[in-house]
């Protein structure tokens, strides 16, 4: 019943940004944590950042920590995932992902297992 749908993804030079949005509808959805994960071909799906739905806990990968900034505007059903310095290393497909159960207002998951619902994905390339 929960439905999640990406955007924003593109081709781009390392060095630019790119912000992603993920529309989720279906649900409550400023009652969940949301996160961001991505795929590169032949790789395994890998997490990148999440967010709470209450108190401003974020959760962020080694590899984007710095760069990346995920947030959220309940009001418009839309998490977002701004991506600075890009590098060629972040070329994959981006999914936003909503957890399987409600862990509380600072809950904000990092493992993939956590996650049950997925958007589509997008896909962002950043060439050298």
């Known amino acids: 019943q929960v439905q999640l749908v990406e955007s924003g993804g593109g081709s781009v030079q390392a060095g630019d940004s790119l912000r992603l949005s993920c529309v989720a509808s279906?649900?409550?959805?400023?009652?969940?944590?949301m996160g961001w994960f991505r795929q590169a071909p032949g790789k395994e799906r890998e997490f990148v950042a999440s967010?709470?739905?209450?108190?401003?806990?974020?959760n962020y990968a080694d590899a984007v920590k710095g760069r990346f900034t995920i947030s959220r505007d309940n009001a418009k059903n839309t998490v977002y995932l701004q991506m600075d310095s890009l590098k060629p290393d972040d070329t994959a497909i981006y999914y936003c992902?909503?957890?399987?159960?409600?862990?509380?207002?600072?809950?904000?998951?990092?493992?993939?297992?956590?996650?049950?619902?997925w958007g589509q994905g997008t896909q962002v390339t950043v060439s050298s």
């Open positions: 967010i709470s739905w209450g108190e401003t806990v974020t």
């Open positions: 992902a909503a957890p399987i159960s409600y862990g509380g207002s600072s809950f904000a998951p990092v493992q993939l297992a956590s996650y049950a619902h």
């Open positions: 279906g649900r409550t959805f400023s009652m969940d944590a």
